[in-house]
């Protein structure tokens, strides 16, 4: 199928379902592995994340043949409009457990937070955070089990909404999972997120054992420079720096890049 006319009909799908992030995005999974001779949704999912990770400067494993490039392109804009559209939302776990709940798509087997109860666990976690927010160091997150990321994508909401956008910045999340098209999906949502709404003051995610730590692969790793951290109160810093465009900023995309050959464990 043409990415052209992917677009198309994906776009009507969006009018149609605003608030319906995930169903948009699954039935324009669905449309393509119906067209395709030998992919599966869950190959779809995967190639997105993929593809969304390749825009951030991670390399691809191997270049996508034409076709897939074409479908990838338009895939990939629908979601960044979806998540620009969708605040810390997480559309691809909901699109993963759609997949997973038919009876014939049995490979995907796990089953994520809903994000009303991830959201409620956050605002408790979150719970007297004034007098550390005052603190100019960062608070570390670690999220063993990612899944999808809708802890953490809920973690991020909650911040923004409630200290705003700065807030965001006092973080550093490390996410890990065992799975690694969860691995991946985590990445993508956090760095889709953060380009659109704010960035972190470091985002890591691992794939492996969270027990053992013995082969831990970097998805995706960026920490902003300490002297940018230093100024976190400095009044001149914008209270807002969501980009524009939906492409993530190059200090962002240079970092990742960069991540790919750090190890912090
Ligand atoms: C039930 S899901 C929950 C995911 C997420 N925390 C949530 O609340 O939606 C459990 C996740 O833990 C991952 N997992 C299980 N054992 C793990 C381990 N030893 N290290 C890292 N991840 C693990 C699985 O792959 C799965 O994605």
Same mark, same amino acid.
């Given at each position: 199928?043409?990415?052209?006319?992917?677009?198309?009909?994906?776009?009507?799908?969006?009018?149609?379902?605003?608030?319906?992030?995930?169903?948009?995005?699954?039935?324009?999974?669905?449309?393509?592995?119906?067209? +395709?001779?030998? #992919? &599966?949704?869950? !190959?779809?999912?995967?190639?997105?994340?993929?593809?969304?990770?390749? %825009?951030? =400067?991670?390399?691809?494993?191997?270049?996508?043949?034409?076709?897939?490039?074409?479908?990838?392109?338009?895939?990939?804009?629908?979601?960044?409009?979806?998540?620009?559209?969708?605040?810390?939302?997480?559309?691809?776990?909901?699109?993963?457990?759609?997949?997973?709940?038919?009876?014939?798509?049995?490979?995907?087997?796990?089953?994520?937070?809903?994000?009303?109860?991830?959201?409620?666990?956050?605002?408790?976690?979150?719970? +007297?955070?004034? #007098? &550390?927010?005052? !603190?100019?160091?960062?608070?570390?997150?670690?999220?063993?089990?990612? %899944?999808? =990321?809708?802890?953490?994508?809920?973690?991020?909401?909650?911040?923004?909404?409630?200290?705003?956008?700065?807030?965001?910045?006092?973080?550093?999340?490390?996410?890990?999972?065992?799975?690694?098209?969860?691995?991946?999906?985590?990445?993508?949502?956090?760095?889709?997120?953060?380009?659109?709404?704010?960035?972190?003051?470091?985002?890591?995610?691992?794939?492996?054992?969270?027990?053992?730590?013995?082969?831990?692969?970097?998805?995706?790793?960026?920490? &902003?420079?300490?002297?940018?951290?230093?100024?976190?109160?400095?009044?001149?810093?914008?209270?807002?720096?969501?980009?524009?465009?939906?492409?993530?900023?190059?200090?962002?995309?240079?970092?990742?890049?960069?991540?790919?050959?750090?190890?912090?464990?």
């Amino acid at each position: 199928m043409g990415g052209a006319s992917l677009f198309n009909e994906v776009r009507t799908m969006s009018k149609s379902n605003v608030d319906q992030p995930a169903r948009v995005l699954s039935r324009a999974i669905e449309t393509l592995a119906a067209r +395709g001779r030998h #992919d &599966r949704p869950d !190959e779809w999912l995967r190639c997105l994340c993929q593809d969304v990770l390749a %825009g951030f =400067g991670r390399r691809l494993a191997q270049p996508w043949d034409e076709a897939r490039h074409e479908a990838l392109h338009a895939l990939s804009a629908l979601y960044g409009k979806l998540v620009g559209d969708h605040p810390w939302t997480d559309i691809l776990g909901s699109v993963y457990m759609e997949f997973g709940s038919r009876g014939q798509h049995r490979w995907l087997g796990q089953y994520f937070t809903p994000q009303t109860v991830a959201t409620c666990m956050a605002e408790m976690q979150l719970t +007297g955070l004034e #007098d &550390r927010l005052s !603190e100019n160091e960062l608070i570390r997150v670690l999220e063993p089990t990612s %899944g999808s =990321g809708v802890m953490l994508l809920a973690m991020c909401e909650c911040l923004q909404r409630r200290h705003g956008v700065a807030a965001l910045r006092r973080f550093a999340f490390t996410a890990i999972d065992l799975d690694r098209l969860c691995a991946e999906m985590t990445a993508t949502q956090l760095l889709a997120n953060a380009a659109f709404h704010g960035e972190p003051g470091e985002l890591h995610v691992y794939h492996g054992n969270a027990l053992t730590h013995a082969t831990l692969e970097i998805v995706v790793s960026f920490a &902003r420079s300490p002297a940018f951290i230093d100024r976190l109160d400095d009044p001149t810093i914008p209270p807002d720096p969501r980009p524009t465009c939906p492409t993530p900023s190059p200090a962002m995309a240079f970092a990742v890049a960069v991540g790919e050959q750090m190890s912090l464990f």
